[in-house]
């Protein structure tokens, strides 16, 4: 977690946030703010009292996934690339249509490849993917999506087929 300190920073009734600029996108910060008397000059005011908060931003989107191969069993193959360096990434998220809505991969480098097996034949699949950053739960948070890519599967393999002969010249499958 990076450490940064804000002194002397007093905060004016009429607003009700503060921008903290110049952060790292996937980073884990801490603030406390506090809480004074309303007497001026600052040098006056008594201390009230102080509340820690603990936030983590959002990262960067990764780049959009590329298809790295499809094999006719439909198993695909795509090519995963992180964030822009500062970015702060725990893994990937990769949503897609045909077999699972959703395929978290707990690594953080990039580029990597990843494949997904046992995919509907001859089904149209869109895939998208976002980074997140934190451990599960109320910390994590997760980029906005990359730009989606589309794919059809091959067509299955043909099954139950039967020959039955209609006459001693033809057959019908």
Do not use: C, H
Request: aromatic share 10%; no cysteine; charged share 10%.
């Amino acid at each position: 977690m990076s450490t940064g300190t804000i002194t002397n920073f007093y905060y004016n009734l009429t607003e009700k946030s503060y921008t903290m600029p110049g952060l790292i996108p996937g980073e884990s910060y801490a603030a406390t703010v506090q809480a004074f008397s309303a007497k001026y000059p600052p040098a006056t005011q008594s201390f009230v009292g102080s509340s820690l908060i603990n936030q983590r931003t959002d990262p960067t989107p990764p780049s959009s996934p590329t298809i790295k191969s499809l094999t006719n069993d439909n198993s695909i193959t795509l090519t995963l690339v992180g964030p822009e360096f500062p970015t702060i990434f725990t893994g990937y998220n990769l949503n897609y249509t045909g077999a699972k809505s959703i395929q978290p991969i707990s690594e953080n480098t990039s580029p990597i490849d990843t494949t997904i097996n046992s995919l509907v034949p001859n089904t149209n699949i869109t895939f998208l993917l976002t980074v997140f950053s934190g451990p599960s739960g109320d910390s994590q948070t997760e980029s906005t999506p990359a730009d989606s890519i589309f794919t059809t599967t091959y067509p299955g393999t043909p099954t139950n087929i039967a020959f039955l002969t209609i006459s001693s010249t033809e057959v019908k499958i």
